[in-house]
């Protein structure tokens, strides 16, 4: 056999080993992503008197970072803290109002990642817990325009503001997504996302059978890195 050849032979021999246990370490290790990208968010739910909302769509955004930590082979706990933008929109005759929803969110995930060609397919889900940290309600009619203030708070009072809008601080719900990343970390996936809590207060300002209820719902699109 000729000598040159024989020695390529030797070389990768040597190299695919190497190259496979550098996979392996790369992948039982923990990392670090950073993450942002768009929403596509909405209100559901029904109003005072147990009529479906008919909201509209709210474009929005979210940024933030997760841990991935590696549970097994192609499974990993995805633990993470995004900064994320909801709301939703709504027409009734000449008037629309826009309804800016802020929350920091802690999204508990579990993902299972697999190499497909030069990269990782992966596929995760969980629960999330928020909370809200601002709001505001714009409400506009032809020339005319009025800025509110969304305020958090589990109970209304029967003395508080008519003019203020008021949801509950903490939400919770699922999470839903799927994606590709590269070897070199770039990764771009996938988000759904189901509100299951109520954030729609109790309010005293209301008499009789209040029947109304509010959900976060939405999807959208990341883009990050993993370190």
């Known amino acids: 056999m000729n000598t040159k050849l024989f020695s390529l032979i030797i070389l990768l021999s040597l190299l695919v080993p190497i190259a496979a246990i550098s996979q392996q370490a790369a992948e039982s290790r923990t990392s670090i992503g950073i993450l942002g990208g768009i929403n596509f968010q909405n209100l559901n739910g029904k109003d005072i008197g147990g009529s479906s909302l008919e909201n509209d769509m709210l474009i929005g955004f979210h940024a933030g970072l997760n841990a991935q930590m590696p549970l097994a082979p192609e499974f990993y706990f995805q ?129 009789g059978d209040d029947q109304s209820t509010l959900k976060n719902t939405g999807f959208g699109m990341s883009l990050g890195y993993r370190l």
Do not use: H, W
Request: no cysteine; proline share 5%.
């Open 79 to 207: 633990p993470g803290l995004i900064f994320s933008t909801k709301g939703a929109k709504n027409s009734e005759g000449v008037i629309s109002s826009t309804y800016k929803l802020s929350y920091i969110e802690l999204p508990l995930n579990l993902v299972y990642k697999a190499m497909v060609g030069n990269g990782y397919f992966f596929l995760g889900f969980g629960p999330y817990v928020a909370y809200g940290v601002g709001g505001k309600a714009t409400y506009e009619g032809g020339p005319a325009s009025f800025d509110a203030d969304i305020e958090f708070k589990n109970k209304v009072n029967a003395d508080d503001p008519l003019t203020t809008v008021y949801v509950k601080p903490f939400d919770a719900g699922a999470n839903l997504f799927f994606g590709y990343e590269l070897q070199s970390g770039l990764f771009l996936q996938l988000n759904t996302q189901l509100g299951l809590l109520n954030i729609s207060p109790e309010d005293n300002r209301i008499t």
